[in-house]
């Protein structure tokens, strides 16, 4: 009995970590798309500027600026290392957002005996009162309660 009730608590643990997983995982990927663009639009910004204050007027040295400003607005690692460092940003955000069901699954997953059994109803509670609060707005006061 003692085996099967191990079983239930490191699946009580898998799931909340693949819940928590998913939700880092959705949030770094609207980081990822934010980061890219954000990436881009900073060396649009540094570009244009560095174009409209040049302190020559030559047309040589104004060809070459404009040359240089469309190869940095065309460079491929620009976006992709905005990407990159959103999603990053993005799936560890999501992680502490969820730290205690990080902990609690954790717990339910890696510990055994009564450490394991704390972990798995510590994570049920959680997800109870997640619902009753998220879900059926118990104990949440919005804008137009006030």
Known sequence: MAKMAGIVYT?????????VVYDAFSKAKR????????????????????????????????????????????NPLVPLFGKTTGFISGFFSGLGDNIIPVTLSAIAMATKGTVQKTGAWGLGIYAVYKVLKEGFGVGKTTAIDK
Not at 13 to 18: K, L, R
Not at 37 to 59: G, N
């Open 11 to 19: 699946t009580a643990g898998i799931a909340g970590m693949s819940a």
């Open 31 to 74: 980081y990822s798309t934010v980061g890219s663009e954000e990436a881009q639009t900073d060396v649009f910004e540094s570009s244009f500027a560095a174009k409209r204050t040049s302190t020559d007027e030559s047309k040589v040295i104004s060809a070459m600026q404009n040359k240089i400003s469309d190869l940095r607005m065309k």
